[in-house]
């Protein structure tokens, strides 16, 4: 009597499985990057908001009016 389970064909490829992890890890890891930018971005115009108001000035915010009718 033979196995049946060593008799069954290898269709899957190893290295397609061992890929799934880099491709999660690099995704991860472009999100990281794109979600540090987003908050590079704020803070930096937050501080300069915060340099422009301890300067004295009073125009640091500029208000957007809406349009006349």
């Known amino acids: 009597m033979t196995d049946r389970r060593d008799d069954a064909p290898r269709d899957q490829d190893p290295g397609r499985d061992s890929r799934?992890?880099?491709?999660?890890?690099?995704i991860?890891?472009?999100a990281l990057v794109v979600a540090g930018?987003?908050?590079m971005t704020a803070l930096r115009q937050n501080a300069n908001l915060e340099d422009?108001?301890?300067s004295?000035?009073?125009n640091c915010?500029?208000?957007e009016?809406?349009?006349s009718r």
């Open 56 to 58: 004295g000035r009073r």
């Open 28 to 30: 991860l890891v472009l």
């Open 52 to 54: 422009c108001l301890m």
């Open 61 to 63: 915010a500029p208000i």
């Open 37 to 39: 930018y987003f908050l």
């Open 20 to 26: 799934r992890p880099a491709v999660i890890g690099l």
């Open 65 to 67: 009016l809406p349009a």
